[in-house]
């Protein structure tokens, strides 16, 4: 999560719980950041008018009012994208034409650069069957949209860990599993890392230059669909 949707999403948290405070450590745990990284957050919300304070006490932390604060009206991309994925799971249902148009309602809302941005990181996605339920790391969704270099240390199925240097390319999803689609520098081509296998991510600053095609996955075409916003 880049610091832009982490500000929005702490105010959130905080309206969703208010009056009762959510401490700097609690905070730190849930965006996976540090609690200084959390603390110079709120100093930079509260500078810019949020109406954040200090609950001191032992069971204090910080508390926004809701009275002085808006909720939510628009989704962020990686939010819309994270309902497609969320709505892909109900297909088969009877509720999956309705989630479907609440979608398309919620996206027709969004800002068009918002939406553009939606649908790049949606185009990222390929899922096979019924859709994964494993999760993906935070650091490694941040990368595949922000489109940098990751070092990886990842295990195999027998259990031994390597080093790899990859570009993240997209994802693959099937009924069990969540696959980082990445071309690894250690192998020089084209590989797939289950992400429950993956031990440790360190994002690099080197940007991602390729780009994955449908054709490029070792796939019958015909098991292999894209995720749609519409």
């Not at 989704?75 to 799971?89: D, F, K, Q």
């Not at 109900?90 to 989630?99: D, H, N, R």
């Not at 068009?112 to 339920?133: F, I, K, N, S, T």
């Not at 080093?163 to 980082?180: K, M, Q, S």
């Amino acid at each position: 999560m880049n610091r832009t949707d982490r500000l929005y999403a702490l105010v959130e948290e905080l309206r969703a719980v208010s009056p009762r405070p959510r401490s700097a450590r609690w905070l730190a745990g849930r965006f996976e950041v540090s609690t200084r990284t959390v603390e110079r957050d709120i100093t930079a919300l509260q500078g810019a008018g949020v109406p954040i304070w200090a609950k001191p006490g032992r069971t204090g932390g910080y508390v926004v009012d809701r009275a002085r604060t808006l909720p939510p009206v628009n989704l962020t991309p990686a939010e819309a994208v994270a309902m497609a994925v969320a709505l892909h799971r109900l297909g088969g249902s009877p509720f999956a034409p309705a989630a479907g148009a609440a979608l398309r309602k919620l996206v027709a809302v969004m800002p068009p650069a918002a939406v553009a941005e939606a649908h790049r990181l949606a185009g990222r996605v390929h899922l096979v069957g019924d859709g994964p339920g494993t999760p993906v790391p935070a650091a490694v969704a941040d990368a595949v949209a922000a489109g940098r270099v990751l070092r990886l240390r990842y295990a195999d199925r027998g259990g031994a860990d390597s080093a790899r240097d990859v570009e993240p390319l997209g994802y693959l999803g099937n009924a069990t599993h969540w696959y980082l689609v990445a071309w690894c520098r250690l192998r020089d081509g084209l590989r797939c890392f289950r992400t429950d296998r993956i031990r440790s991510v360190h994002p690099l600053a080197e940007p991602v230059t390729r780009e994955l095609r449908p054709g490029d996955l070792d796939l019958p075409v015909d098991r292999v669909r894209p995720l749609s916003l519409v």
